[in-house]
């Protein structure tokens, strides 16, 4: 069974500067997706940024970028220019690629993070 | 909006009474899941369903029963609730094949 693993709780970074969360994941699949989600205090689920395990290319969505490091099974996500509207839990999360999958997510614990102005 | 709402946003109960929650999607998409968000857990996956009628169980399966009679609701069910399963529930749905998972808002289930 897959298992994923986000070992910060809480983080905090100062506005402006950048920050860096961790996920770690186990799989012995070969083709898979990596996400990560914000959940600002309004509770809705948002999606930051998506990976695609057979692509080698870190994505990046504006001051959003992954470092995933497929042997390793890393997928750290960094936030550049961090901003208050930023303060949100961030879960990683793993699906599934494989043929018939059901698109079912598994989420790691999920890290806290703090902007201080 | 992601096309998903889920009612009721809040819901206080008591042990023993079943509670059904609600989800609806206007996106005509074939996959749609519940998830509990528990502190230090993150969201598991309670049922998920692949089709009308289709539905399968998830790694938190006990004390849930859920049902699709049209593609875009899906239901929940806690037949007898219980102070356990005080958590917020979350909807989702997707297309399948490299389709995106989107959310519902959320419910905030509480029991007494």
């Known amino acids: 069974a897959q298992t994923v693993t986000q070992s910060q709780p809480e983080m905090s970074v100062q506005e402006a500067e950048t920050v860096t969360l961790s996920c770690t994941y186990d799989?012995?699949?070969?083709?898979?997706?990596l996400f990560w989600y914000k959940q600002p205090p309004s509770r809705q689920m948002i999606l930051v940024i998506r990976q695609e395990a057979y692509k080698q290319q870190n994505a990046t969505e504006n001051r959003f970028s992954v470092n995933f490091q497929k042997a390793a099974k890393s997928f750290s996500l960094k936030i550049s220019d961090s901003q208050l509207g930023d303060a949100a839990m961030y879960f990683c999360?793993?699906?599934?690629?494989?043929?018939?999958?059901?698109?079912?997510?598994?989420f790691g614990q999920g890290t806290t993070l703090q902007v201080k102005p | 909006d992601a096309g998903i709402t889920q009612s009721p946003r809040h819901k206080v109960t008591e042990t023993g009474t079943p509670v059904t929650l609600r989800c609806h999607q206007t996106e005509n998409h074939r996959y749609m899941y519940w998830y509990r968000q528990d502190p230090g857990h993150g969201l598991r996956l309670i049922h998920y369903s692949y089709g009308v009628k289709d539905t399968d169980k998830g790694e938190v399966s006990d004390g849930y029963s859920v049902s699709r009679s049209k593609t875009e609701d899906f239901l929940l069910t806690l037949e007898s609730a219980t102070s356990s399963q005080t958590s917020v529930y979350f909807c989702a749905h997707t297309g399948g094949g490299t389709d995106t998972q989107y959310f519902g808002p959320g419910t905030r289930l509480t029991v007494l």
């Open positions: 799989t012995s699949e070969s083709d898979y997706y």
């Open positions: 999360a793993y699906r599934s690629a494989l043929l018939g999958n059901t698109g079912k997510l598994i």
